[in-house]
């Protein structure tokens, strides 16, 4: 049997602040360094209309350190759902309890933001194409997506990027 986030956790032992540095080495691994405005920019684009309740959250986590390790665990948690995504997850976790470099608290909440929204929008559990056939003659293509589900604590990020809907077992589009 596989090792789950929670025994790995308790093998490695990372305080709060080692947690929110792994889940900015994990991300920059993931997403080859993005800066934090790009990320910031790629979230707006997602958001669309939404931006002020990106904004919003994002001043949220920002002012609440538990909360900002809270979501860098769910960051990390769902990456490790993934077999492929476990070497990442525990190197960084071992990088960030080796060095801890000093961070500030804005690049942390982009960083969970983004991260939660790499998890939303790039967590496809299931896509599923298919045309089908109207009595009329004509041919609607319908299509349906399951994603995998964030795990709970910034579900005003994650609704941000699945049009409002969000659910403990996968949301639906």
Known sequence: ????????????????????????????????????????????????????ELDAALTMVEQDSAQIESACLTVLAGAWEDPAERDAVRGALQDAKAQLPVIEVALIAITVAYGMYLRKTGGVKRQLKAKRHNPDGSIDEVEEIEYQSPDAPLRAITKLFSGGQSSDTGDQR
């Open 1 to 52: 049997m596989s090792q789950t986030f929670e025994e790995l956790l308790a093998e490695l032992r990372p305080d709060a602040d080692a947690v929110e540095q792994a889940t900015r080495y994990y991300v920059a691994e993931k997403t080859g360094d993005l800066d934090p405005a790009r990320m910031i920019e790629e979230m707006r684009q997602a958001a669309g209309d939404r931006g002020p």
